[in-house]
């Protein structure tokens, strides 16, 4: 090295040597363009820069094309093919490209509201660039400085978050990170630029962005339709907004099963003033017919995955579990699949999926005790606790996207709110965290203890068997856990599965004091004697059950005098002890 015949990058091609120290946090810098004389207007009566974008003196692109740039720049003479994914990272779409005498810079994938209905709600759009803000801080490193490109549109401007958050960053700093809006000119002087070999095909958008030539094929509807026919719309629906068009055209569709091409168009027609009025459950229904997807979400499937949590779809017998990262025609046949009884879900399923891939990257500490997120029950829990019915999904579907994520998030944290009319009752909590499939800490290492010291457990005739499996597994192990996840998810009741994972609870903590080790325990003769137990000190009829077991005993809470855990301490005394 003295004599540089060699350098640190080749003994060290990996650059660990740079994490060693410490680099400052980037300034982030923030281009506003407008799309109209509108945005400028109000750009101009705030004081924000902010140029038009045809007088920005730059090319202004969408993220399929940094993915073709990106792919060029890859393609080798021994890498050739072409059927590899297009995924853009946040660094990718912070940079300038150069081409000659032409630059580029790119719009973040979130800021099309083209790309997918969520991105339609402003304060998504606030949310996911307060978030891109803090990343690139922290995990910059080009040279030169990131660079967010945002474009300005009139409806932004209907809700009064989107001027604060511009007046917010006017001030050069915003929850911790530094930014600087600034001129065109002057964010390029210090941007990171990359140089381009080739230039792939371009059309320019009306807005004045662009996008590629040749748009890849998007997925098939759900139904078989041929674009090229000129037939008149099935329905005459001028004069009627959103709501009322999607009522005629959904009582339509249930007298005439078969589409045609004409429906297809009144559906994507339906759609645009949808997403015009913000009538959400409209929106969120065509999306589903249409089968729209949200290109990020093959993305946001492996950031969860890669956290060794699966994922599930369907119910019962029907369920299936996502254990390894799909490819994204394999995670659209998921989705299919399982859509077909209620098509909302194909756009359900990706929403929340959406959604909890931002809250485990935020705050993982929300997912701690959850192995596996069984889409299916999530998303009746949240239509129950907004309709009071887990089998009406329209309360739900009128949720504003920014609201959706918020109650997920609060349902995550414990957060669940009560209004005035409402109790938070203990058969709710066991409903929600049954749902949620999360188990109370310590709960594997109890039953691990458990196996050892019995042959097997019973539930509801599926027998745990302790051999082999504390002779191949650790307690701590991922693998122990998806094996009792697998067995505890034949229980389709939430409320249900909660109170046999108490008994196990007890269980686990009574062992030491059982006479003698019974060759299997029987966790529904231990739920329905402590039922019974129940029944008996109550003074009262108790007609109404669930699964065998009264109301009043979900109702009760784990610990008291009269709780839970003190019924199934007395049951497991008398059959064990």
Not at 317 to 340: C, G, V
Not at 436 to 459: E, V, W
Request: net charge negative; with cysteine.
């Amino acid at each position: 090295m003295h004599n540089d015949l060699i350098s640190a990058s080749d003994i060290d091609p990996l650059n660990r040597r740079l994490s060693a120290n410490k680099k400052p946090a980037s300034i982030v810098q923030i281009i506003l363009l407008s799309s109209d004389e509108q945005c400028q207007e109000f750009a101009n009566e705030h004081k924000i820069p902010c140029s038009s974008i045809k007088d920005s003196g730059v090319n202004v692109i969408s993220t399929n094309v940094v993915a073709q740039f990106w792919r060029d720049i890859g393609l080798t003479s021994m890498a050739t093919n072409d059927s590899r994914p297009q995924r853009v990272s946040s660094l990718q779409t912070s940079v300038a490209y150069q081409f000659e005498d032409k630059i580029f810079v790119s719009l973040p994938e979130y800021s099309l509201m083209s790309s997918y209905y969520n991105n339609l709600d402003n304060e998504i759009f606030i949310q996911k660039t307060i978030a891109r803000l803090s990343y690139l801080s922290s995990q910059w490193h080009f040279s030169g400085r990131p660079l967010i490109v945002m474009l300005l549109k009139p409806e932004m401007f209907s809700e009064k978050a989107t001027s604060r958050f511009l007046d917010t960053l006017k001030s050069g700093s915003f929850q911790g990170v530094q930014v600087k809006l600034c001129s065109v000119q002057t964010a390029l002087t210090t941007s990171f630029k990359q140089q381009l070999q080739s230039l792939p095909p371009l059309t320019q958008k009306p807005d004045g962005v662009y996008t590629l030539s040749q748009i890849p094929g998007k997925l098939k509807c759900m139904f078989n339709t041929n674009n090229e026919s000129n037939e008149e719309p099935v329905l005459q629906l001028h004069g009627l907004n959103a709501s009322e068009k999607w009522d005629c055209l959904s009582k339509h569709m249930k007298e005439e099963p078969d589409f045609t091409d004409s429906l297809y168009r009144d559906i994507e027609n339906l759609y645009n003033v949808a997403s015009q009025e913000k009538c959400w459950h409209v929106i969120r229904h065509c999306s589903a017919l249409l089968c729209k997807v949200h290109p990020s979400i093959s993305e946001s499937v492996l950031h969860i995955l890669v956290t060794q949590r699966q994922i599930s779809f369907g119910e019962g017998d029907n369920e299936e579990t996502i254990s390894h990262p799909p490819s994204t025609a394999e995670f659209l046949e998921y989705i299919q699949k399982h859509s077909r009884k209620n098509t909302i879900l194909f756009a359900i399923y990706q929403e929340v999926l959406l959604y909890l891939c931002e809250i485990i990257q935020k705050n993982p500490a929300l997912f701690k005790g959850i192995l596996r997120i069984r889409l299916d029950l999530l998303i009746r829990l949240i239509a129950k606790e907004t309709s009071g019915n887990a089998d009406s999904f329209e309360e739900m579907c009128m949720l504003r996207p920014i609201e959706f994520y918020q109650f997920i998030s609060r349902l995550l944290s414990g957060g669940i709110t009560v209004s005035e009319d409402e109790v938070l009752t203990w058969e709710r909590i066991r409903y929600i965290d049954g749902s949620m499939n999360r188990l109370p800490k310590n709960f594997h290492h109890n039953l691990y203890a458990l196996l050892n010291s019995t042959s097997g457990i019973d539930l509801n005739g599926n027998v745990l068997h302790s051999f082999p499996l504390i002779n191949e597994m650790t307690a701590g192990e991922p693998q122990f856990a998806i094996s009792i996840s697998n067995w505890l998810d034949k229980l389709n009741n939430p409320q249900l599965r909660q109170l046999y994972v108490e008994a196990i609870m007890m269980l686990g903590h009574l062992q030491k004091m059982m006479r003698t080790s019974p060759r299997f325990i029987e966790l529904h003769t231990i739920l329905y004697q402590a039922h019974d137990l129940f029944v008996q000190e109550c003074v009262v009829d108790l007609p109404e059950n669930i699964c065998g077991i009264s109301r009043e005993f979900y109702l009760t809470p784990p610990t008291g005098q009269y709780g839970t855990l003190q019924y199934f301490t007395q049951a497991i005394t008398q059959l064990y002890c």
